[in-house]
């Protein structure tokens, strides 16, 4: 059951719109090489970077996977 909890949410997407948070557009603005790090389960990561279209603004965008800890 455990497994089957974590295939489901490693699945997950996001499909909404979305905004960016409220300093996005200093950040867009800055004339510098900026870089994306951010932490989570890489389909749902990787979906709201999408759906945010964001990935133009950045030079890479790195995304650190989620790891689920050992259940006892």
């Known amino acids: 059951m455990v497994q089957q909890a974590k295939t ?3 699945r997950l997407t996001y499909d909404k719109p979305i905004a960016a948070f409220d300093d996005y557009r200093y950040v867009r603005s800055l004339k510098i090489d900026k870089f994306l790090v ?3 389960f890489i389909r749902m990561q990787t979906s709201k970077v999408k759906w ?3 990935q133009k ?3 890479q965008i790195h995304i650190i996977p989620h790891i ?3 259940v006892s």
């Open 52 to 54: 945010l279209d964001i």
């Open 8 to 10: 489901l949410i490693s």
């Open 38 to 40: 951010t932490t989570g």
């Open 68 to 70: 689920i800890e050992k």
């Open 57 to 59: 603004v950045f030079r």
